[in-house]
């Protein structure tokens, strides 16, 4: 491995350092496009060679976790002993139609599941979302994976999309969180409200997705008319709704044209511009970006590079306060039944079969 001193690190927990960019596997799921497994497996190890050595998955990502457990054979096989570093963080996301009944044997089935799938005897990092709050249960649930780490199982606990009052709850019942993943970009701003009080006070961090919006915070959607169809790919289609919430397209632009002249001081791009601001807030301890390929890899290489001044962060404050911000808490918006973005969800995809 090389060059991975310029690479900024975070610690979980003893012994589980990270870089503070973390490579989202969503995108290798389907819905984003073609992609050969054989390729994905190429642009991963480019990228763990470049000293991005973690990677965020779920039990829900068709067939992400089997990918990165052959991508973690390939790594041992090229990188011999700097395989160690690699860590695979995945999510336990039962389906929203079993919650009201989940048993402990529920819990360890899906998470044995995730192991076999990676094939190692220890999952990094389960990261628990919770689809509807108003089934009790997700302490008990928190509560089992616990048991699972006292049993070896599970290296570290973590939440997802959990709003701030039932994650104190989890927290309060005794559970050693080390994080929670949660949108938060220039676009959202709302776990700024309450969630990172709360992550202060309990000595968690945040991990951060659609911290470039599902690629809409990029050079190519400066000046362009607003896509018409996003549909061929799914983060894109999430993060439309997004925009819509903060206001327009053209309210957009503006974001991308003040992001762009900040990034035209320091010849980067607009997306490290947004993506290192993040990297720069309270209680993030990381962000995840999602990769389809290794195309944006010397790009983000660059972002880690950067160093934004006192006049730059003050820049993006201003830019950040153009848009709307979007009401309630974290994830809020996307509980709302048949709201806009709950109606592009899919709440139960598990396969019991396959346990
Ligand atoms: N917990 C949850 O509920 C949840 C939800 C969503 C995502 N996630 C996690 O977060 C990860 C990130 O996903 P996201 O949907 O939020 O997307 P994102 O990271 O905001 O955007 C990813 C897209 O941004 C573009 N991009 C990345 N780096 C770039 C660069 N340097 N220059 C220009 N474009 C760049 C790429 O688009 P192109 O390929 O089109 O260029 C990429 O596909 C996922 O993979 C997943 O692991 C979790």
């Not at 990676?118 to 709050?133: A, E, S, Y």
């Not at 911000?325 to 396959?354: C, F, W």
Request: a negative charge; glycine letters at 8%.
């Amino acid at each position: 491995m090389n060059n991975t001193a310029s690479i900024p690190q975070v610690t979980l927990s003893p012994g589980h350092p990270i870089p503070r960019v973390i490579v989202g596997c969503w995108q290798l799921a389907g819905g984003h496009g073609t992609i050969r497994p054989s390729d994905a497996i190429e642009h991963l190890c480019a990228f763990f060679e470049r000293g991005f050595t973690a990677f965020d998955c779920a039990d829900i990502y068709t067939g992400v976790e089997e990918l990165l457990g052959k991508f973690r054979t390939e790594c041992e096989t090229r990188f011999g002993k700097a395989s160690e570093r690699l860590r695979i963080h995945t999510k336990f996301v039962p389906d929203a139609d079993t919650l009201a009944s989940l048993s402990k044997n529920d819990v360890r089935a899906v998470i044995h599941r995730s192991l076999r799938r990676l094939g190692v005897d220890r999952l990094d990092l389960v990261q628990m979302h919770w689809w509807d709050f108003g089934i009790p249960g997700y302490v008990e649930a928190a509560h089992y994976l616990a048991e699972l780490q006292e049993e070896g199982d599970i290296c570290d606990i973590a939440t997802t999309n959990v709003d701030t009052v039932h994650l104190k709850e989890i927290v309060d019942s005794g559970i050693r969180l080390v994080s929670q993943q949660v949108q938060y970009s220039v676009l959202d701003r709302r776990p700024e409200k309450t969630l990172v009080p709360l992550a202060r006070e309990k000595g968690f961090t945040l991990l951060c997705y659609g911290t470039a919006a599902g690629g809409f915070l990029a050079d190519k959607y400066l000046g362009v008319a607003e896509p018409t169809d996003p549909d061929d790919n799914r983060s894109l289609t999430k993060y439309s709704r997004v925009i819509g919430e903060i206001g327009d397209w053209a309210c957009f632009q503006r974001i991308l044209s003040v992001l762009r002249d900040i990034a035209e001081k320091h010849q980067v791009s607009i997306t490290n511009i947004a993506t290192r601001y993040m990297l720069e807030q309270p209680q993030v301890g990381a962000i995840i970006l999602g990769m389809r390929s290794a195309e944006h890899l010397a790009d983000t290489c660059r972002m880690c590079e950067l160093v934004l001044d006192d006049q730059d962060l003050r820049a993006i404050r201003g830019v950040v306060a153009l848009g709307k911000e979007l009401e309630g808490d974290v994830y809020g918006l996307e509980r709302q039944k048949q709201g806009i973005h709950a109606r592009i969800m899919k709440t139960n995809l598990q396969r019991p079969s396959e346990r």
